[in-house]
C-alpha cells in the first residue's frame, strides 16, 4: 500500500513537471522551448527512421565498451589498492581529485591521441567513469570485514584468487553501485566525445540539430538523452535487486 | 603502520616522478611537441599568461559563472531542502528523483537552454545549478535528519520562533552536511559551466581551451588546462579540510 502511495506521488511529481514545461513552452514561445506534445511528437517521427537508430547504436556501441572497460578495469584497480591501507591512502585524494576535475578539458587531448575515431569517444566515456568505480571498490574492500581477508591469506591465495574469490564476491553491492554512478558518467564522456569529434551518435545529431536551430530535434533528442540515461541507471539497480543485494542508495 | 604523512610524502613523490617521466620523454623526442609540451614549459607559459593578464578574461568569466551557480544551488537547493523536508510526503516523491539525478547527463539541457536564453551567461549558469542542485537538497535532507529530537524539543521548551530555531539550533547542527552539499556544489557548477564553455560559447576556460585547441596553440591550451586543474583541486581540498574539520567538531560535541 505504501509503496503504492509512494509510485502515486512520484506520479503526481512527474505531471506537475510536465505541467510546468507546458507552461513555460506557452510562455516562450514554443520556437525556443517546445511544448511536451510536439517533442513527444518529434520523437516518435525519429524513432520511426532508421537513422536515428543507427546513430543511437552508435553511441550505444561506444558507452557499452567504455563502460565494460571502465567498470572492470576500475574495480579491478580499486581491489587491488584497497587490499593495501597505504596504497588506498595515497591513492585516494588523486582520485577524489580526478573525480572532481571537469575531464572535458582533457578532449583536445584524447583527440590528439587518438584522433576522430571510436576509440576517442570510448577514451572519453572511460576516462568521465572509471573514477567513481575505483573509488567505491577501494572503500569497500576497506569496509569488508577483516576476517574474510585474514582467512584468504591463511589459505595462500594468490593476488588473483584472493581479488576473484574473495574480495569481488564481498564488495559486488557496493561495486554495482560504482558501476551506476561511472556508467552514468561515461554517458556523458562518449556524448561530449560525439558532441566535439563525431559524424555519428547521438552528440552529433544534438549538435547538428543545434547548428540548424532545430529546437524541436534538440529538445527530443535531450527527453531521449534523459530517458536513456535514466533507464539503464535501473537496469543496473535491477541487476543488483535480482541478485539479492537490494537496491544500494546512491549517494554522490 | 605507516604514518599518514607517510602516503602525503610517498604520493608527492609518485606525481613529481610522474611530471619528471613527462619532462624526459618530451625533451628526449620521445613524446611529440604537438601532442605534448614539457611540463615546465607548460607551467611557465601559465606564469606568463597570469603575469601578463592574458587569462585574465576568461579567467574572471569562468570564475564569476562558477560563483554565481553556486550561490544559486546553495541558496536555492537549502531553500528547497528544508521546505521539502517538512512535507513528509512531497519528500517521498521528491528523493527517488534528486537521488538517481546523478544519471541524468545535465550538460545535455545546454542545447536546448541556448535556445531560451541565447548565448550568454545564463545558460551556463544554468547548467552549473541543474548539475548542483539536487546534490544540495540531498545534503539538507541529510543533515536536517542527523538533528537529534532532543534539540528541537528544547527549543520548543525554550520557545523559541522559528527564525531562532533555524539559526541558533538546526544550522550548527546540519552545518557540517550542508557544508559537505556546498562543497558539491562547487565541483558540479565547474563540470557543468566548463563543459558548456566547451560546447558553445564566446567567453571563459573551457572556450579558451577549445579555441586555442583549433588554433594549435599547444602552449596556451596546455596552460589554461593546468590552471584548470589548479583551480578546481585547489578548491575542492581547501573545501574538504574545512568539511573534515566540521565533521570532527560535530563529534566531539
Known amino acids: 500500500m505504501i509503496r503504492i502511495l509512494r509510485f502515486a506521488d512520484q506520479l503526481l511529481l512527474t505531471l506537475f513537471l510536465v505541467a510546468a514545461w507546458q507552461l513555460a513552452s506557452m510562455k516562450l514561445g514554443s520556437n525556443a522551448l517546445p511544448s511536451p506534445l510536439e517533442t513527444g511528437r518529434r520523437l516518435s517521427e525519429l524513432s520511426q527512421t532508421w537513422n536515428f537508430w543507427s546513430h543511437v547504436g552508435e553511441t550505444a556501441i561506444a558507452v557499452v565498451i567504455a563502460g565494460l572497460l571502465g567498470a572492470i578495469g576500475g574495480a579491478v584497480l580499486g581491489l587491488s589498492l584497497g587490499l593495501s591501507r597505504f596504497a588506498s591512502e595515497v591513492a585516494s585524494p588523486v582520485l577524489v581529485a580526478i573525480y572532481a576535475m571537469p575531464k572535458v578539458v582533457l578532449y583536445p587531448v584524447v583527440l590528439i591521441l587518438f584522433g576522430i575515431s571510436l576509440s576517442a569517444k570510448v577514451a572519453l566515456g572511460i576516462l568521465n567513469g572509471f573514477a567513481p568505480v575505483v573509488i567505491i571498490a577501494m572503500e569497500a574492500v576497506r569496509h569488508i570485514s577483516p576476517s574474510i581477508v585474514r582467512t584468504g591469506r591463511v589459505f595462500h591465495l594468490s593476488q588473483s584468487d584472493m581479488i576473484l574469490r574473495v574480495l569481488l564476491p564481498a564488495t559486488l553491492p557496493e561495486i554495482l553501485t560504482g558501476v551506476r554512478i561511472g556508467l552514468a558518467l561515461t554517458i556523458v564522456g562518449v556524448l561530449i566525445g560525439e558532441i566535439f569529434a563525431s559524424n555519428k551518435g547521438l552528440g552529433f545529431l544534438l549538435t547538428n540539430a543545434s547548428q540548424l536551430n532545430d529546437n524541436l530535434t534538440v529538445m527530443s533528442l535531450t527527453v531521449f538523452v534523459v530517458m536513456a540515461a535514466m533507464l539503464m541507471n535501473w537496469l543496473v539497480a535491477g541487476v543488483s535487486v535480482v541478485m539479492g543485494y537490494g537496491d544500494h542508495k546512491v549517494t554522490r | ?253
Open chain 2, 1 to 253: 603502520m605507516f604514518d599518514l604523512k607517510w602516503s602525503g610524502i610517498v604520493r608527492s613523490g609518485l606525481l613529481l616522478g610522474l611530471v619528471g617521466i613527462f619532462e624526459l620523454a618530451c625533451r628526449s623526442g620521445w613524446i611529440s611537441p604537438t601532442t605534448l609540451i614539457p611540463p615546465s614549459e607548460i607551467a611557465a607559459a601559465l606564469i606568463r599568461g597570469l603575469i601578463s593578464g592574458r587569462f585574465n578574461e576568461a579567467l574572471v568569466s569562468t570564475l564569476t559563472n562558477v560563483g554565481a551557480a553556486v550561490l544559486i544551488s546553495v541558496l536555492f537547493g537549502f531553500a528547497a531542502g528544508v521546505t521539502i523536508h517538512a512535507i513528509p510526503r512531497l519528500r517521498r516523491a521528491v528523493e527517488p528523483f534528486a537521488a538517481s539525478s546523478y544519471a541524468i547527463p545535465g550538460f545535455i539541457f545546454y542545447v536546448p537552454l541556448l535556445g531560451v536564453f541565447g548565448v550568454n551567461d545564463a545558460p551556463l549558469i544554468s547548467v552549473g545549478c541543474i548539475l548542483a542542485i539536487p546534490s544540495m537538497i540531498l545534503a539538507t535532507f541529510n543533515g536536517l535528519d542527523r538533528i537529534p529530537d532532543v534539540l528541537m524539543r528544547v527549543s520548543k521548551t525554550y520557545r523559541l520562533d522559528v527564525a531562532r530555531r533555524v539559526f541558533l539550533v538546526m544550522l550548527p547542527c546540519a552545518a557540517p552536511y550542508l557544508f559537505s552539499g556546498a562543497r558539491l556544489c562547487l565541483a558540479y557548477a565547474f563540470i557543468g559551466v566548463i563543459a558548456s564553455e566547451f560546447i558553445l560559447s564566446d567567453r571563459g576556460i573551457g572556450y579558451s581551451i577549445a579555441f586555442a585547441y583549433h588554433d594549435f596553440d599547444v602552449r596556451t591550451m596546455y596552460a589554461l588546462m593546468l590552471l584548470l586543474i589548479v583551480l578546481v583541486t585547489g578548491a575542492n581540498m581547501t573545501l574538504q579540510f574545512w568539511e573534515d574539520r566540521l565533521m570532527l567538531r560535530r563529534r566531539k560535541s
